[in-house]
């Protein structure tokens, strides 16, 4: 079941719009400010597929929340503004938002654009790449060894990308495939990309 998470400080609003895309099918979490939708993200078991943003919340408005969030996630985001200003709207699309609708919006239509921007994510976000205890999520541009979350630098992060556009061109048999100098390479890009103490969970793949 896909999961959408809805940050809305209009507690009326989130539970009717929660209530509606319940009802469609989706698994619906609901924050009432930017450091809530924050902290949801920053757990993988609470992470969504889609985010739908209000820009005008109390604290750390949704511009701002989006600005954060886009420089560790990439899920698609929906901006929701009562003020429909065309500002707003260029100011979110550069920051990073998928898409913009002003309030009140016809719940029928803010489903159908979420099911559009899930469509149009699938592909990047669908597949996990697995070598040994080695796990790249792409659509996230995240790494883990085991259960560790490895701190990826910039480029660490494109080249969780850049690897799972290697295996697209090389079918599903790239990971079974992998010669051992080839995992050799592998763990010394972990090791020259990732900085903390997980960068020593890669060497188990040897």
Known sequence: MQRI??????????????????????????????????????????????????????????????????????????????????????????????????????????????????????PAMAGTLEVGVLRLLPGERRAYAGEVELALTGAGRTAVTDAYQEHNKREQAWVASLTPEERAVLIGLLEKLTTGPAAAAAQRLT
Request: charged content about 30%; overall charge negative.
């Open 5 to 122: 998470l809805l940050a809305d400080d209009d507690r009326a609003l989130t539970d009717l719009l929660a209530e509606y895309l319940r009802r469609e099918g989706f698994a619906v979490d609901v924050a009432h400010d930017g450091e809530e939708a924050l902290a949801r993200l920053s757990h993988a078991s609470q992470r969504p597929d889609l985010l739908i943003l209000d820009v005008m919340m109390p604290g750390r408005d949704g511009l701002e929340t989006l600005r954060e969030l886009r420089l560790q996630h990439r899920l698609p985001v929906i901006m929701l503004s009562a003020r429909g200003e065309p500002v707003d709207r260029v100011i979110g699309l550069e920051l990073g938002a998928d898409d913009y609708l002003s309030k009140p919006c016809l719940p029928r239509e803010l489903l159908a654009r979420v099911r559009a921007q899930l469509r149009r994510h699938a």
